[in-house]
Nanobody
Framework: EVQLQASGGGLEQPGGSLRLSCTASGFSFDDYSIAWFCQAPGKEREGVSCINSNDGSTTYPDSVKGRFTISRDNAKNTLYLQMNSLKSEDTAVYYC????????????WGQGTLVTVSS
């Protein structure tokens, strides 16, 4: 069974850092592209970062570029999101999701982990 489990969220002050992890099982992790999404209260779910399985390329929206870094450790079947210089607007539930193949569509989602940035 395909499973994705996000963890690492919590309460952090503005300017602080958190590292989110997404542990995967039930599929060949290195063969699939993975992405982070977030959903803030009252807003639609938005993409945070993606990492491609073929070449390791990454994408970020302008809102997090230079502050967040996505990476993957295929040996550990784990996806990471290093979050630095946190802002209050980063507060959201963060989810990891698996691509069906070559970004053909998302076919599995993990349960989210809550990040709260507040002084």
């Amino acid at each position: 069974e395909v499973q994705l489990q996000a963890s690492g969220g919590g309460l952090e002050q503005p300017g602080g850092s958190l590292r989110l992890s997404c542990t995967a099982s039930g599929f060949s992790f290195d063969d699939y592209s993975i992405a982070w999404f977030c959903q803030a209260p009252g807003k639609e779910r938005e993409g945070v970062s993606c990492i491609n399985s073929n070449d390791g390329s990454t994408t970020y929206p302008d809102s997090v570029k230079g502050r967040f870094t996505i990476s993957r450790d295929n040996a550990k079947n784990t996806l990471y999101l290093q979050m630095n210089s946190l802002k209050s607007e980063d507060t959201a539930v963060y989810y990891c999701a698996k691509d069906r193949g070559e970004w053909g569509g998302l076919d599995a989602w993990g349960q989210g982990t809550l990040v709260t940035v507040s002084s």
